[in-house]
């Protein structure tokens, strides 16, 4: 519409009626409520993620589970999770569409020089709600949408986030088995009509903590994978004993894969730089480094050639592909160490067999995926895919507008059973998500009407102006923080 008139291809009169139409249906739109509550039988799905569950492990031992969902449903072959390739990144890209820097859930150990603060897995620092805002996940969206949400562990599924919890959850306990939620999930599922979720989130721990002890390529690692596959197993039974099976779309996947260490693959930080310089921030196999203040060169100089076995970037620096630059929570100097090396400062303190974080292009960095369902083909196997794909596949899947994200359901629509079709409502998603939209509606009007008034000015006064490019409705480029406007 802006281009119509930066063109000249329409009356003056005609464009202020056509600037005047989106306050027109946002008015329609309170009379009738959120388009959440016009959705009949929203469709079901529950997200399942087994914590550091590789792609290659269901092909070392017999998988039982995991091949019946393949059957049923489909597979990807290669998931490509996001940059750095950690536990809480992960699981929030997961239910955003978004890199970590977008975010801003960076690092399982973070952080922040504008609120000077620190992030940590160990302390509860975890549960302040500041950190995780500057995304919204699903859940939150599906229930401003008039959906409900239940969540079993998922990390960041019990902070509150833009004032709201999943309508049902657990707050982490890593002592509630696997069986326990499960159970919740089904109860959450089966409840009434007016109650039962429309979307669930689970989380396992396992196998990622014995891969982490155990290292991936140990023979005992064969036991815990089968007793993984066992787990889906009661989840399954679970679901079908409930009627559920049939109703509820089924997404089986992993927020990272894991890598094999060796004690003969130590990087000490230490026989570089010495401590007083900088503040380790994150852990290996990413190190984000934070030099004190002035020291930024000197610690840059003495690591950026110190070791092979290891990659230092200044921040600026960090290849555009891992899109993993452009937040305050990043540190302005970060180690990647190559795979199956481990950073420390020295060798004191505990050494791991098995971890992840690495270059998110590596195999062994990459998740299991199937998935099965009414809204997925049958003996389906797609080759690859990208993580923050899935947040628009779900969104489609719930038929719930996503939020701007990094994913693109095109990507992955070869996936359905059905090919997706337009949204039929035209309303921007942030306008149903929040009641604010007749306050909203008044403000975008009187900016539209000083809008036309200023280009009906620059009509008149100029010849001819160079069209604008509008951004596409599927984010292909690297989606800011800033694009977001949360
Ligand atoms: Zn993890």
């Not at 950690?86 to 239910?95: A, C, D, G, I, R």
């Not at 889906?232 to 894969?257: P, R």
């Not at 994913?407 to 059905?418: I, R, Y």
């Not at 998603?429 to 009187?446: D, L, N, Q, W």
Request: charged residues 20%.
């Amino acid at each position: 519409m802006l281009g119509c008139l930066l063109q000249g291809g329409c009356s003056p009169l005609v464009c202020l009626w056509a600037l005047m139409l989106p306050l027109v249906s946002l008015h329609r739109l309170n009379q009738h409520g959120r388009r959440g509550h016009i959705v009949k039988d929203r469709p079901k799905l529950l997200l399942v993620s087994f914590d550091g569950f590789r792609w290659d492990y269901i092909d070392r031992v017999p998988t039982p589970n995991f091949n019946s969902i393949m059957d049923e449903g489909v597979m990807v072959k290669q998931v490509e999770s996001a940059y750095i390739t950690k536990t809480f990144p992960n699981h929030y890209s997961l239910v955003t569409g978004l890199y970590a820097e977008t975010h801003g859930i960076v690092a399982n150990e973070m952080y922040d020089p504008v609120l000077n603060q620190s992030f940590s897995m160990e302390t509860d620092s975890i549960y302040e709600s500041r950190w995780w805002e500057e995304a919204v996940p699903l859940w939150v969206t599906i229930q401003n949408a008039g959906g409900r949400s239940g969540a079993a562990m998922w990390p960041g599924s019990d902070v509150k986030i833009h004032g709201m919890f999943p309508n049902q959850y657990l707050p982490y306990n890593a002592s509630v088995s696997f069986e326990t939620r499960v159970e919740r999930i089904i109860e959450w599922f089966s409840a009434t009509k007016e109650e039962a979720v429309d979307f669930g989130v689970l989380y396992w721990e396992e196998p990622d903590e014995s891969g982490h002890n155990l290292g991936p390529q140990s023979s005992l690692m064969d036991v815990v994978i089968a007793g993984i596959d066992e787990k889906l197993g009661f989840l399954m039974n679970e679901l079908k004993k409930a009627g559920l099976y049939e109703k509820v779309n089924l997404i089986v996947t992993s927020d990272h894969g894991m890598a094999q260490l060796s004690t003969d693959k130590i990087i000490e930080l230490d026989s570089y730089v010495s401590r007083d310089l900088y503040t380790w921030v994150d852990k290996s196999p990413v190190v984000g480094i934070l030099p004190k203040e002035g020291k930024l060169d000197e610690v840059y100089g003495k690591l950026v050639d110190a070791n092979p076995n290891m990659v230092v970037y200044k921040k600026e620096d960090i290849p555009e592909h891992f899109h993993y630059r452009h937040n305050v929570r990043i540190m302005p100097i970060l180690i990647e160490a190559k795979e199956g090396w481990t950073i420390m400062q020295n060798r004191t303190g505990p050494f791991m067999l098995g971890n992840h974080g690495y270059d998110n292009t590596l195999r062994s960095m990459q998740p299991v995926f199937v998935a099965r369902g009414p809204a997925f083909r049958q003996h389906y196997v797609k080759t690859s895919m990208s993580s923050v794909d899935l947040y628009p596949l779900m969104c489609h899947i719930l038929s719930i507008h996503p939020l701007p994200n990094n994913g693109s359901l095109f990507n992955v629509k070869d996936l359905l059973s059905a090919e997706p079709t337009p949204p039929t409502a035209s309303v921007p998603p942030k306008v149903e998500a929040y009641s604010y939209a007749p306050v909203m509606g008044s403000f975008i009007g009187v900016v539209m009407v000083l809008g036309f008034l200023v280009v009906y000015i620059r009509q008149v006064t100029l010849k001819q102006l160079p069209s604008i490019k509008h951004r596409s409705r599927e984010m292909s480029q690297p989606l800011l923080q800033e694009d977001l406007h949360l």
